[in-house]
């Protein structure tokens, strides 16, 4: 595997699956700030969590100018009936299966559970700057105050 984009590299420019149809990329977001937050699973405790947090503050990072874009494995429907069910304002969009940006960015990786290994997302955030070059990364992230140290990160950006 190749060596993980960090600090100062440019994000892969990969598209992703918008529930509503169509697709999404890092470079629609030229010009502007980008948070790209991936997580595991949709409607599991720790990723609920997170994506209400990240909606609860989406007016704050709209004020600042900061684009949200919620990524998981979760396909186009469920991230529709996740989004509904939870009254969730932060964009989300669907990581191809293969080759998909988390790949890209080494963060689809092996993790195990009760002795049983499996492929999962390592749950990073990361804040994109204007010219689609990635300012700033949180691996293995913990929830409980997460969104609120992006924004204020963001804001400083």
């Known amino acids: 595997m190749s060596e993980r984009p960090d600090i100062g590299d440019a994000v892969p ?3 992703l699956e918008k529930p509503e149809g169509g697709v999404v990329k890092a470079s629609d ?10 997580y595991p ?7 609920t969590t997170e994506n209400k947090d990240f909606s609860a503050l989406a007016g704050e990072f709209a ?5 949200l874009l919620g990524v998981s494995k979760d396909p186009p429907k469920k991230h529709a009936k996740f989004i509904e069910k939870h009254a969730l304002s932060a964009p989300l ?4 299966e293969v080759d998909g940006l988390a790949d890209a960015l ?4 092996e993790k195990s559970m009760y002795g049983r290994t499996y492929m999962g997302m390592e749950r990073t955030t990361y804040l994109v700057d204007a010219d689609g070059k990635i300012a700033r990364v949180w691996r293995k992230v913990k929830v409980k105050g997460h969104a609120e140290e992006v924004l204020a990160a963001a804001k400083a950006l």
């Open 41 to 47: 699973k949709d409607d599991t405790p720790g990723c």
């Open 13 to 15: 420019d990969i598209a």
């Open 29 to 38: 977001y030229k010009g502007s700030k980008l948070v790209l937050f991936f």
């Open 63 to 67: 004020e600042a100018g900061i684009a």
């Open 106 to 109: 080494g963060i689809w990786v």
């Open 93 to 96: 969009a669907s990581d191809p």
